[in-house]
Every structure is written in structure tokens, then in C-alpha cells.
């Protein structure tokens, strides 16, 4: 049973919304950064980057307590505004590429992470989650949501269509070329029946933003441990997600790069690649997998086809199912001796629209040795390994759609 909460979100009024909400901070190259906080003073570069106003690089809990002034300013120079009752936000988004999607930005409740209805695929680093939370308990808000992912469900999604005849609270188009649009559902009975269905979704899955998640809900625990009077209303039992259905949700795949053959010359990497797939060299003709246990290779200016042997990999979950997990399994750990995919320097990942011709440039030029491209994972595969308690290897989906920081903001 799924908890959906409305909640007053304070965000950008509509004459600046285009010019607030950003990507995220790691999106963008330190170029890109410095020239959009210099030609554009109401980006939300601006609250995360306080010490751009003093050209300083400030960290810890000075940049914290920084980030929480420049908040409070922009809610005083009235750059923000707060909704007056609580509001669920459909929320659409069409891309560069046309594709759309469509959902509810709401609040969820960390008890249903802790309850293991907030299902995850992925690992998280336990510094990075107290920092995060120590960054939340500081600045008192969240700027971008949780993108949870559920179950299509008809009764939710005609409301949402309902709700997107009626004209937007906010459209604008950004320079990434992405259109947005919001609109707000107040009514109370709409708002009870979106909740009657969500409580018939037993699980949602983390799509992305594993680390937001798990740091709200270290928050939510130190401040319920710390209340005497807890009661279960608290600012800090909630946090900020994007609820979207399964079919809206885009999977694609990250690319392998590899720094070294570990040692071997490309005769003796090939024999024993042989002992795990059957290869076929394609030669200059660019080569992508057809289906699942399949990989492109790029190494020495060809492309091969690699073809898994069924008698050398045996399949008992369904993490060994997942290409990323199966080429690490095979290939990357023990042939090219890498152990640790999150600190190695040895690999890198790679998410381009042109993934086999950004492989074959990385190759070419020397910063790399050998790339590798698969399919994509699918949504019933990180269903499965989030429902087996399992997780994924680092960089396995790269997830659509990226969400907008400063749209809406929660406030602790």
C-alpha cells in the first residue's frame, strides 16, 4: 500500500519558472555553470552555488548554511511564492526527442522506504548519504524529487488526462530544449481518489535518485528519534518524489570503456574472451547487440560481435540475467582484473545518443583500449532484482526522464 501525500509547494512564479529551475548541479561542466549563474541571476545555480556570489570554492557546512541564505533571499525578493493548500502537481515533461512523460509530483512517506515498499536497485555510499542528510537538516528544503516509478494504473492516468485539458500553471521551454508544464490538482475528493488507487499499488521502485531517498529517510529517523512528542505529521516523515508510471519510463543502457587490456596483447584478450563467447570480428561495420547476452566490442579499430556460450555462464537470479552484471561477471573482472566498478580508474561509462561512434572516437583516440555496448536493461528486470533484494552494478541504466531542480520545493 502505497502513500501519496499532497503537500504546499513553494516555487518560482510563472514569469520566472524558465529562468529558476536548472538541471542538477553535476550536469553541467564547470563552463556551463559559470556562464548560465553569470548571464542569468534567477537560476537556482545560485542557492547551490552561494560561492559563486564571493567567486569562492565554499564547502561543508558553511556552503550548507550559504545555500539556506540564498534560498531565504530568493523567497524575499518574491522569485518564489508557496501554494496556500495541499496540492498534488501533474507534471509533464516532453524532450529533445519527443518523447513524453507524464505523472504526479507528491510526497511519500519514509516509513514505505522503511517498510520496503519504496523498493531499491542500487547501492548507496554510506558518507554520501550523511552528507546528504546533514545538507538537508541545514538548508531546510528539497529541490528535486525522488523519480519513483509504478505499475500503470487507468483510474490515475484519466485523471491526469483530465487534468492536462485545463490550462498550465507553468509552460516553458528550456534551452536543453525539454518542455515542461505543471498543473495543480487542490480539489480534495480528486486528490482522496488518487490516493484510494495508490493504496492498491503494493510496491513502487526507485528509478533514480537512490542517495535522496535514503538520506530523507536517515533524516526522518535522527529527527524521530530526537522528538519526544513524534507523531507522525512532521515535515520530516516526508520527502519529495515524482510518481511515474512504468510505460512512461525510458531505459538506456551506459557503455563500458576500458583503459588497458590488464597486461595481455589484443591475440591473447581474444582466447580468452573465447573461453565465454562466441566472436565474430565485423570489421569497420558498426555492430549493435540484437538481443539480450549480447555485446558489441570495440577494440584496435574493429567491431566485433560477442555472443555468450551457454555452457559458460549459468543463470540462478535475476541479477545474473542483467548484461551489465553478466559483462562484469565475464569479461571485466576475470579477464581484465577490474574488482571495485565504483572506485577503479581503470573503466568509465559512457551514456551518448551516438553510443558505438562515441566508443569507437573514445578508442581511437587513445584514451581507452576497448569499449563495450549492450542492451538496454528492461523496467521488469529492475523490478525483479529490487524485488529479490538485489542490486545492480554501478552505471547499469541510464533513466529518462531528468528532472528539473527549483520546479517545486518541499520544505522541512
Not at 171 to 191: A, C, G, Q, S, V
Not at 294 to 305: H, K, R, V
Request: glycine residues 4%; hydrophobic residues 35%; aromatic residues 14%.
Amino acid at each position: 500500500m502505497t502513500k501519496i501525500i499532497p503537500f504546499k509547494a513553494v516555487r518560482p512564479t510563472r514569469s520566472k519558472v524558465g529562468l529558476v529551475a536548472s538541471r542538477s548541479y553535476e550536469s553541467y561542466t564547470a563552463e556551463e555553470r559559470d556562464s548560465r549563474m553569470h548571464y542569468n541571476p534567477f537560476s537556482f545555480l545560485h542557492i547551490i552555488n552561494p560561492g559563486f556570489k564571493y567567486d569562492q570554492v565554499i564547502k561543508g557546512s558553511e556552503r550548507y548554511n550559504l545555500v539556506r541564505n540564498r534560498y531565504l533571499e530568493f523567497k524575499e525578493d518574491g522569485i518564489f511564492i508557496q501554494d496556500e493548500k495541499p496540492t498534488l502537481y501533474v507534471y509533464k515533461i516532453v524532450n529533445r526527442d519527443k518523447y513524453e512523460f507524464s505523472g504526479i509530483i507528491a510526497l511519500a512517506h519514509a516509513e514505505d522506504y522503511e517498510n520496503n515498499v519504496i523498493k531499491k536497485h542500487e547501492d548507496t555510499i554510506s558518507d554520501r548519504e550523511e552528507t546528504f542528510k546533514t545538507y538537508l537538516k541545514t538548508v531546510g528544503f528539497n529541490a528535486e524529487p525522488v523519480l519513483l516509478t509504478h505499475r500503470d494504473n487507468d483510474v490515475i492516468a484519466d485523471i491526469i488526462t483530465h487534468t492536462q485539458k485545463a490550462f498550465p500553471e507553468y509552460e516553458f521551454t528550456m534551452t536543453y530544449r525539454d518542455t515542461h508544464y505543471l498543473w495543480k490538482i487542490e480539489n480534495p475528493d480528486t486528490i482522496a481518489i488518487i490516493q484510494g488507487e495508490f493504496k492498491k499499488i503494493e510496491t513502487v521502485y526507485i528509478a533514480d535518485g537512490h542517495h535522496r531517498c535514503s538520506s530523507s529517510y536517515l533524516l526522518y529517523k535522527d529527527e524521530k528519534t530526537h522528538n519526544q512528542n513524534h507523531c507522525g505529521n512532521e515535515s520530516y516523515n516526508f520527502f519529495m518524489c515524482y510518481f511515474l508510471p512504468e510505460s512512461h519510463l525510458r531505459i538506456h543502457e551506459f557503455n563500458r570503456l576500458v583503459r588497458d587490456l590488464n597486461g595481455l596483447n589484443k591475440e591473447a584478450f581474444l582466447v580468452k574472451l573465447d573461453g565465454f563467447y562466441k566472436i565474430e570480428n565485423r570489421g569497420t561495420t558498426p555492430y549493435h547487440p540484437e538481443r539480450a547476452h549480447q555485446f558489441s566490442m570495440y577494440l584496435d579499430g574493429e567491431f566485433y560481435a560477442l555472443v555468450l556460450r551457454k555452457s559458460a555462464y549459468s543463470f540462478n537470479t535475476s541479477l545474473d540475467e542483467l548484461d551489465a552484471y553478466l559483462l562484469y561477471k565475464t569479461i571485466l573482472q576475470p579477464i581484465l582484473g577490474i574488482e571495485d566498478l565504483k572506485n577503479s580508474n581503470r573503466i568509465d561509462y559512457s551514456n551518448a545518443k551516438n553510443e558505438l561512434i562515441n566508443i569507437k572516437s573514445l578508442v581511437d583516440s587513445g584514451e581507452f583500449k576497448v569499449g563495450f555496448n549492450m542492451r538496454p536493461a528492461t523496467i521488469d528486470q529492475l523490478k525483479s532484482i529490487a524485488n529479490e533484494g538485489l542490486t545492480m552494478p554501478p552505471k547499469s541504466t541510464y533513466i529518462l526522464p531528468k528532472l528539473r531542480s527549483g520546479l517545486t520545493i518541499y520544505e522541512y
